[in-house]
T-cell receptor, first 113, second 114 residues
Framework: EDKVVQSPLSLVVHEGDTVTLNCSYEVTNFRSLLWYKQEKKAPTFLFMLTSSGIEKKSGRLSSILDKKELSSILNITATQTGDSAIYLCAVGGETGANSKLTFGKGITLSVRP | NAGVTQTPKFRILKIGQSMTLQCTQDMNHNYMYWYRQDPGMGLKLIYYSVGAGITDKGEVPNGYNVSRSTTEDFPLRLELAAPSQTSVYFC?????????????FGPGTRLTVT
């Protein structure tokens, strides 16, 4: 059974801090790892990672995949209150011709002013 | 471009009632998914579809049914609602045939069964 574990489950930081969110996985026939941000409603896509060691960046957010360690990190620098959200990690593994994602439980980030 | 739409936004059901959650996407995606999200539990896959006429069970299918008669629509049916089905339900869609697993989510339906 595919498994995705995120840590920590929650954290509280102050504006301007840098945070690192962790995701580890066990999946058959790994294809890709995705990060989503979920505020009040639906998850919104942040990054998709397929290759080890290649950093993806978007503004203050960045992410990297380590296939040897079966893990990924999501970094947020100079955090703002608008970064407060649940961050979901999901892994795509191949099952026949189907593409399915297995999600972790999410990391609740609270950024205090 | 509406993306993925879901109706209703909220619903309260009594135990034993039935209802259908509607999901429509206008991106011509082959793949569609239904998830439920309980507090602190991430997203659990209920059912998914790889194209019109094809559906398959996900991780937590018991108590639910789906159909996929068109590319655009993927309704989720609850036949005999139970309190354990109180949750937020998300529909999502994605492209097929690529490595990309990016999924686009609808706004969700908050369901309470009492």
């Amino acid at each position: 059974e595919d498994k995705v574990v995120q840590s920590p489950l929650s954290l509280v930081v102050h504006e301007g801090d840098t945070v690192t969110l962790n995701c580890s996985y066990e999946v058959t026939n790994f294809r890709s790892l995705l990060w989503y941000k979920q505020e009040k409603k639906a998850p919104t896509f942040l990054f998709m990672l397929t290759s080890s060691g290649i950093e993806k960046k978007s503004g203050r957010l960045s992410s990297i995949l380590d296939k040897k360690e079966l893990s990924s990190i999501l970094n947020i620098t100079a955090t703002q209150t608008g970064d407060s959200a649940i961050y979901l990690c999901a892994v795509g593994g191949e099952t026949g011709a189907n593409s399915k994602l297995t999600f972790g439980k999410g990391i609740t980030l609270s950024v205090r002013p | 471009n509406a993306g993925v739409t879901q109706t209703p936004k909220f619903r309260i059901l009594k135990i034993g009632q039935s209802m259908t959650l509607q999901c429509t996407q206008d991106m011509n995606h082959n793949y569609m998914y239904w998830y439920r999200q309980d507090p602190g539990m991430g997203l659990k896959l209920i059912y998914y579809s790889v194209g019109a006429g094809i559906t398959d069970k996900g991780e937590v299918p018991n108590g639910y049914n789906v159909s996929r008669s068109t590319t655009e629509d993927f309704p989720l049916r609850l036949e005999l609602a139970a309190p354990s089905q109180t949750s937020v339900y998300f529909c999502a869609s994605g492209r097929a045939g690529q490595i990309s697993y990016e999924q686009y989510f609808g706004p969700g339906t908050r369901l309470t069964v009492t």
